[in-house]
């Protein structure tokens, strides 16, 4: 394995939790950009990851250089110190880092802040020491509105967005190829991103989550018949047949560190998405057998068009609102890419057992407000 460095940003997010734990276990030389916290220094916040990661693995994993940083600060916040190692070392970039919130109130705000303007600090920090190869993490989601085939070349084609995410990773994607001063950009286009298929593990709870609690804490008040089913009559306004694009964090870490770790893979674009999606179907059904519900119905598209909502409903469509526009079919996403240079790594099939995980450690969990030294691994 190379001694070359890499410079990993965003790795106390979830993808980036994965992707330093697989280059370290690869024994590549990682160098971590780490924002302190007011209550946590930034020595306890790498402890405590690495304490995740080295549960997760059963082993012990070498250390990373640390460099106290913000992407969202010009030259990301780094002294003189970091900046000259930077230049000494010359390592290449993986760009993690990102906000996951989907709107924000200007420009100046998240997600806007760390997706577009973080971008923008990374490249000219890139620019300003020498660094001339970019491994950057974007996502399926910069075709926005557009259906049909996706190809993995393709970004600009005057697509509409859902959302303020969509739109700013879109346009730091678009800033990233502009970047002339690089030698080699390679970017990496997830779908959308779950805990580990294996163990359930994750560290957020966005998207396919905001589903599984609202179903969870419905069961915690419900009315339980004999059996311990209980009863949940709310009409989804789809057929069942849409496809969800979900892709296991570790196998996105898995694939990216794949390629990274190949330098002739190098210089593409790479769709991180599923071959076969789930449906929607299949998540209901999954997650009604393990929290033991009933009465949802797929009535279509048009099913409650005119038709009074149950107060269960209007709570329901209240609540997942700002993913609903997600509920219509979903692009086919071409990884002809990803599947010619990891044909090993195919990603695993979304079931009812691996969604039956998910399930199982969000409540372990306590979807994510379990104190961090109990947390499951």
């Known amino acids: 394995m190379s001694d070359e460095p890499v410079l990993l940003t965003g790795a106390t997010g979830l993808v980036g939790q994965y992707l330093l734990r697989d280059l370290l276990s690869r024994g590549v030389p990682v160098a971590i950009l780490v924002r302190p916290r007011e209550d946590e220094s930034v020595a306890e916040r790498v402890n405590a990851l690495l304490a995740q990661c080295e549960a997760q693995l059963g082993r012990p994993l070498p250390r990373p250089e640390c460099l106290e940083g913000d992407i969202t600060a010009a030259g990301l916040g780094l002294d003189g110190a970091a900046r000259k190692w930077l230049r000494d070392r010359r390592p290449r970039v993986l760009h993690s880092a990102a906000s996951l ?36 993490i974007s996502t399926a989601y910069v075709c926005g509105r557009r259906r049909g085939v996706i190809g993995e070349a393709e970004l600009d084609c005057g697509q509409e967005f859902r959302n303020d995410y969509e739109h700013c990773k879109f346009e730091a994607e678009r800033l990233v190829r502009s970047a002339d001063f690089l030698d080699c950009l390679t970017v990496y286009r997830p779908a959308v991103v779950i805990g580990d298929a294996v163990t359930g593990y994750t560290s957020t709870y966005h998207g396919l989550y905001s589903y ?93 068009e005119g038709q009074p909502r149950n107060d269960l409903e209007k709570t329901f469509y209240e609540y997942v609102a700002r993913y609903e526009p997600y509920w219509s079919e979903e692009p086919v996403f071409d990884s002809t890419n990803t599947r010619t240079a990891a044909p090993h790594l195919p990603c695993p099939r979304i079931d009812a057992e691996v969604l039956g995980r998910l399930i199982d450690f969000a409540v372990a969990d306590q979807w994510g407000k379990r104190p961090r030294k109990s947390r499951p691994g």
């Open 101 to 136: 919130t989907f709107f924000g109130k200007d420009r100046a705000r998240d997600p806007w802040l760390s997706n577009l303007t973080g971008t923008a600090n990374v490249l000219e920090l890139c620019r300003e020491t020498g660094l001339r190869r970019l491994h950057y």
């Open 212 to 304: 599984l609690y609202f179903a969870w804490m419905l069961s915690q008040y419900a009315d339980r018949e004999p059996d311990g089913r209980w009863h949940a009559p709310v009409r989804l306004n789809l057929t069942g047949d849409e496809c969800r694009n979900l892709v296991p964090v570790d196998w996105v870490s898995a694939v990216t560190v794949h390629l990274f770790t190949h330098p002739e893979t190098h210089g593409r674009t790479y769709h991180l998405t599923p071959v076969e999606p789930v449906t929607a179907r299949v998540i209901e059904e999954a997650t009604a057998n393990r929290l033991r519900y009933y009465g949802p119905q797929f009535v279509g598209p048009e099913g409650l």
